[in-house]
Every structure is written in structure tokens, then in C-alpha cells.
């Protein structure tokens, strides 16, 4: 699966927001322990009572780098690091807003950008964090292995900050390559940015949005055309858990018995969460949703899970499996 690097891993369930990692930092590239020089910061989620930090990540696709209009910014692929060279800054900033997770600020003192290097390898942080919220550890080698591959999802997806779904698309289509027609029908993955805002696609492979009622028959009819004209080409889906296991389940259900090539894979969100997180048949047992509130008369869903991979596995189909984006793997 190729070399992985190094990364600064961070439990939330272990900080205390004590802030011991900032001067900390500062101290180990400065000699003093103003925070203004810190590379890492802490921020206190009132709301949730719980602390979060921003720091650079070391990104196997670095927004700063693709915004950086000077070739300041450098991805290592030896090393891993995001490298930034002073020499070449115009002091733009762009990098800053490029950044979904606050990793390069602006240092007004200095009148400079500046971001973690990783303590050439020893963070200061991590040694001076007296819970073990950051931890140096060895990142995932999934980007490692098939970095080289082309990308075929465009840069600047409308996805929620954050969302794994961006992710799986990105790296399922990069080890799937462009002889591949996609379909997603109604749900996240289609508002990221597969279909489009204004007919422009967020892909760079044919892609079509199909109803939530129909994606596996529509995808087994492409296919068969393809097989008729003399084309090997991958059919494959990402369906929600309502496009899948609720109102999509015949269409899929009827390809599957069928015998239909094709990859489905199934984003199971365990509720429309793209329309109000109502409950679907893969919300588990007991669970809050809009339509399944918990409160003095009910108590979440009443009923158990749909098993979907069991289900599948009942149409005997040539391959199931589950996964979770946590172990991308």
C-alpha cells in the first residue's frame, strides 16, 4: 500500500483545553512563549463543552498548496510535510483561506504566514500535551498508493466542511479510473457536486441523477447498451440509505437477482439527513431523528436496522462488503 507518513493524531475526548501545546510551540521556534507565534491553537466549543484545535494536517491534497499563486507551498511526497519556502511568499494569504482547518495563519508580528513543520520530526506539542490528546503517529498509506492516479472529482465541491463523502468519491474514482459511467441519485453525494449546480459536473467521468426509485435499473440498461456496442465499462452507483434500502430497494433488489454488473455502493448516513435527518430503514434502534424525536412519548425508532448487507448477500450476489471511511483502507 505504499510509505505512510507521519501525522499529529488529536482525541478530542482526551483535552482539556489546558492549552499547554501553545507556548509550547512558540517556545521550540521562537525561544518565547507568546501564542502568537504558536503553530497550533485551542478553541473551546461552548455549546458542546469540548475543545478542538487547528493545526496543520500534512494534507495528501493541500487546498493551501493548489491556492498558492507563487509556489510557496510545496507538498513533500518524500517526507509527507507541506513545506513553505519564505523566499518565494508574496504574503497573499490566499493560503489561509484555502485552509479548512485553520492550519496557516498570518502572524502579524512577523508580517508572515506561518504553519506547522513538524518539529523536524519531534512536535514540541505532542511532548508537552499531559493527557495524550496529540499523538505522533503513522498516517493511513491510501494516499500513498494511489496519489499518482488521476483525481477525477474538480476541486471546490459544495460538501459540508469536513464530509467523508467528498473523500469517497475521490478515492474510489481515482482506484476505479475514468472508463466508469457514475449515478447518484437524489442525496449527499449528488449535492456535493456530482451533478451539479447550473449542468456543470463535479466529475470528470460521464455521471447521471437518476430517480431514488430507479439508479440500479438505469445502471444495469447503460451497461447492457455497452455490452451491445462492444464496451467493457464500470457501472457504478453511490446511493444514500433512502435511495438504497427504502424506496430504491426493488430497482436494486431486481438487479441483483438478475445477476446485473455493477458496483453499488450504498452511503449509509442512517437517515435523510440531506432533507432534515428523518428516519430510513438503516437508522438503528432507538435512535433521535425528526420524524423519531425522543422525549416523554416516544423514544427514538422503534424498530430495528434493515440488514442490507445480509440482504444482499441473501440475492447472492458475487461480492458484499461494509466499510467504514474511518479505515479508508
Known amino acids: 500500500m505504499g510509505n505512510s507518513y507521519k501525522t499529529i493524531a488529536f482525541y478530542q475526548d482526551k483535552c482539556d483545553g489546558c492549552g499547554d501545546c501553545v507556548p509550547a510551540c512558540s517556545k521550540h521556534h521562537t525561544g518565547t512563549a507568546d501564542p502568537a507565534h ?32 507563487s509556489g510557496a507551498l510545496s507538498k513533500d511526497m518524500a517526507s509527507g510535510f507541506v513545506k513553505w519556502d519564505k523566499d518565494k511568499c508574496v504574503n497573499c494569504q490566499l493560503c489561509t483561506l484555502a485552509c479548512p482547518y485553520g492550519g496557516i495563519t498570518y502572524n502579524a508580528l512577523t508580517d508572515q504566514v506561518m504553519k506547522c513543520n513538524f ?9 508537552a500535551c499531559p493527557r495524550g490528546a496529540l499523538v505522533l503517529k503513522e498516517g493511513a498509506s491510501l494516499f500513498n498508493a494511489w496519489g499518482d492516479l488521476e483525481d477525477l472529482v474538480v476541486p471546490g465541491l459544495s460538501a459540508c466542511l469536513g464530509c467523508n463523502s467528498e473523500m469517497l468519491l475521490r478515492h474510489t474514482l481515482r482506484r476505479i479510473g475514468s472508463n466508469v459511467v457514475v449515478a447518484t441519485p437524489p442525496g449527499c453525494i449528488a449535492g456535493v457536486g456530482s451533478v451539479g449546480v447550473n449542468a456543470k459536473t463535479g466529475l470528470k467521468t460521464p455521471v447521471f441523477h437518476p430517480l431514488l426509485t430507479n439508479t440500479a435499473a438505469m445502471l444495469a440498461g447503460a451497461r447492457r447498451y455497452y455490452n451491445r456496442i462492444g464496451r467493457d465499462v464500470t457501472m ?53 431523528t425528526s420524524t423519531t424525536p425522543v422525549g416523554s412519548v416516544l ?11 445480509l440482504l444482499m448477500v441473501m440475492h447472492n450476489c458475487e461480492y458484499v462488503a461494509t466499510a467504514s471511511t474511518a479505515f479508508m483502507e
Request: glycine share 14%.
Open 38 to 69: 504558536s503553530r497550533i491553537k485551542v478553541a473551546k466549543d461552548a455549546e458542546q463543552q469540548s475543545f478542538g484545535i487547528a493545526l496543520c494536517r500534512q494534507c495528501g491534497q493541500p487546498q493551501c498548496v493548489m491556492n498558492c499563486p
Open 119 to 127: 518539529c523536524d520530526g519531534d512536535p514540541a506539542c505532542v511532548k
Open 236 to 288: 457504478l452507483a453511490f446511493g444514500g440509505d433512502g435511495g438504497t434500502a427504502d424506496v430504491g430497494f426493488q430497482s436494486l433488489s431486481g438487479a441483483a437477482e438478475r445477476g446485473e454488473q455493477m458496483i453499488y455502493i450504498c452511503v449509509d448516513n442512517e437517515g435523510y439527513m440531506n432533507t432534515g435527518v428523518q428516519r430510513s430503514s438503516t437508522t438503528p434502534y432507538g435512535a433521535w
Open 299 to 309: 423514544r427514538g425508532k422503534t424498530r430495528e436496522a434493515k440488514p442490507m448487507s
